[in-house]
């Protein structure tokens, strides 16, 4: 997904789904969904790293 918007609201609001649509299912999304339980601030840095690093 190429959207950046809809990757930032979606980061802000549920940042495993975010993860999944950029980086699909994999060892990302695995540690963002044990971010989101353990706190939510850093599954929110966590997914915006995921959506917008190089490459």
């Not at 609201?9 to 969904?33: D, E, Q, R, T, W």
Request: one cysteine or more; a positive charge; proline letters at 5%.
């Amino acid at each position: 997904m190429d959207n950046k918007i809809v990757l930032i609201i979606l980061s802000l609001l549920l940042p495993p789904l975010a993860v999944f649509f950029k980086a699909g299912a994999g060892k990302h999304l695995i540690i963002n969904i044990i971010l989101c339980f353990l706190m939510f601030f850093p599954a929110i840095v966590h997914s915006l790293w995921v959506c917008f690093k190089d490459g």
